[in-house]
């Protein structure tokens, strides 16, 4: 099976900042990686696909890049309902489908 | 507009069975791989099931292999999860979710992965399994 493994766990930043995630994974799986945003006590929401395809109604804040074994979401200017835990998803190579274990992004 | 609700949760002992049910809507269901996601209290997103668009191919995550069945309906536009043996650790909210793409075929099997797996853009709002004695 392909771990996902994110970084970091948490992190806490301010309205504005620019912020970045990172997945990487066990093994290379090209560009097949996806992002989903949750929010508390919310389905998760599809934001990136295929490493760096925002789907559609995605804020253009949003963006992904990557191949091979990482990847990184970045948030250009963070706003005041980005502050959620983010998840990257492999689609390289299922069954089983897998899951980074999240990113907690917090208030500063 | 596209729907997905959910249904069927509760409290179940140890050891019982659930169905849970999702119904879909304002898409055509039968054109889509569809799966089952759960998340366990305060943790994250674990993959349980999912199943092609004519039902002809299940894959389960190990933990659940044997135990839970993937199901759909296309005529009524419905995807279930039928959960025996279950225990403490199958606690968890669970949702429904459609996946994007059409996968791919080998000479002896479908699976939805690589350049034709996009993700899974379609969630149901979840239903919440507890199991406890």
């Known amino acids: 099976d392909i771990q996902m493994t994110q970084s970091p766990s948490s992190l806490s930043a301010s309205v504005g900042d620019r912020v970045t995630i990172t997945c990487r994974a066990s093994?290379?799986?090209?560009?097949?990686l996806n992002w989903y945003q949750q929010k508390p006590g919310k389905a998760p929401k599809l934001l990136i696909y295929?490493?760096?395809s925002l789907q559609s109604g995605v804020p253009s804040r949003f963006s992904g890049s990557g191949s091979g074994t990482d990847f990184t979401l970045t948030i250009s200017s963070l706003q005041p309902e980005d502050f959620a835990t983010y998840y990257c998803?492999?689609?390289?190579?299922?069954?089983?489908?897998?899951f980074g274990q999240g990113t907690r992004l917090e208030i500063k | 507009e596209v729907q997905l609700v959910e249904s069927g949760g509760g409290l179940v002992q140890p050891g019982g069975s659930l169905r849970l049910s999702c119904a879909a809507s304002?898409?055509?269901?039968?054109?889509?791989?569809m799966s089952w996601v759960r998340q366990a209290p305060g943790k994250g997103l674990e993959w349980v099931a999912n199943?092609?668009?004519?039902?002809?191919?299940?894959y389960y995550v190990d933990s659940v292999k044997g135990r839970f069945t993937i199901s759909r309906d296309n005529a009524k536009n419905s995807l279930y999860l039928q959960m025996n043996s279950l225990r403490a650790e199958d606690t968890a909210v669970y949702y429904c979710?459609?996946?994007?793409?059409?996968?791919?075929?080998?000479?002896?099997?479908?699976?939805?992965?690589?350049?034709?797996?996009?993700?899974?853009?379609?969630w149901g709002q979840g239903t919440t399994v507890t199991v406890s004695s």
């Open positions: 304002g898409f055509t269901f039968s054109s889509y791989w």
């Open positions: 979710a459609r996946e994007m793409g059409g996968g791919y075929c080998s000479s002896t099997s479908c699976y939805l992965a690589g350049q034709d797996y996009y993700g899974m853009d379609v």
């Open positions: 295929a490493a760096s």
């Open positions: 998803q492999q689609s390289y190579s299922t069954p089983p489908v897998t």
């Open positions: 199943i092609k668009q004519d039902g002809s191919e299940k």
């Open positions: 093994q290379s799986i090209s560009s097949y």
